[in-house]
């Protein structure tokens, strides 16, 4: 049977159905292929490039024209997943008007079918005037890179009496209109009550087993990102070896004139 295209009612009914929302990080388009051809729910087009991409040692330096531009190439690959687009550092925060303004454009130029934005009760303004506008929202709590210097950097969340503060925010980005949200870098007994109480589906990462689904980076889990990694990561590959290896034959043959031969050469 032919697979069909994800929506926002199917991600919302997946919760409704106790089905787990499987959701993966791309950048480009070959890796969107590879992504959505593995069956992933959701597509994540994070700002974590910046990172893993760019080779930033934050999320901090992104732009709106390099979101827009990933964003692009992914759609490209026509996904049957949901595509959604991470709202880069400081194009939120100056005002709804902005907020909007940007939303729009990853929806309208980079193709994006919902964004997500950081941010608990501070931003539930933002996601509330964004949703209005028929702006699909994913929300992102707890540890939020945006927020590093805040946080004196990527530091586990809601420990002893923070917990109520997550739990205030993920009520207020619910209530003001998001879709799911997304739940990083806090204790799993959180995650869970958290789980619970909201309607929508909260997507973990580093969140532990009770959330109703769960985000990981593509690099991560394929072994490509050496700048870090977090104890929440499982590798499921590890494909650095794979091309080094294959970048040594290369040069070897090249510089052996063993390659290129008859067979890849014009008669």
Do not use: W
Not at 45 to 59: N, Q
Not at 84 to 104: H, K, L, W, Y
Not at 203 to 217: K, S, T, Y
């Amino acid at each position: 049977m032919m697979r069909k295209k994800t929506t926002i009612p199917d991600i919302l009914q997946m919760k409704q159905e106790g089905r787990r929302i499987t959701v993966l990080t791309a950048y480009d388009f070959p890796f969107a292929r590879l992504v959505d051809g593995g069956g992933v729910d959701l597509i994540l087009v994070g700002d974590s490039a910046g990172v893993v991409v760019a080779g930033h040692d934050t999320t901090l330096p992104v732009t709106m024209d390099e979101m827009i531009y990933h964003v692009k190439a992914v759609r490209r690959a026509e996904p049957k997943a949901l595509v959604v687009a991470d709202m880069p550092f400081m194009s939120c925060q100056t005002g709804i008007e902005d907020a909007c303004r940007n939303c729009g454009r990853m929806i309208k130029e980079g193709g994006a079918e919902a964004v997500k934005i950081e941010g608990g009760t501070n931003m539930a303004h933002v996601i509330r005037a964004v949703a209005s506008i028929d702006i699909p929202v994913m929300g992102h709590i707890g540890l939020t890179p945006q927020s590093i210097h805040r946080m004196g950097g990527y530091k586990v969340q809601g420990r002893k009496d923070q917990g109520e503060r997550i739990v205030e925010d993920a009520l207020a980005v619910e209530a003001a209109g998001a879709f799911s949200v997304v739940l990083e870098g806090i204790p799993s007994r959180l995650a869970a009550r958290i789980s619970a109480e909201l309607s929508i589906p909260t997507i973990g990462i580093g969140a532990g087993p009770a959330c109703d689904g769960q985000v990981l980076v593509i690099h991560d889990i394929l072994g490509l990102c050496e700048k870090y990694s977090p104890k929440f990561v499982k590798r499921y590959a590890d494909l650095g070896p794979v091309i080094s290896e294959a970048v040594r034959q290369y040069v070897s043959e090249v510089r052996s004139g063993e390659f290129p031969d008859e067979e890849h050469s014009f008669s």
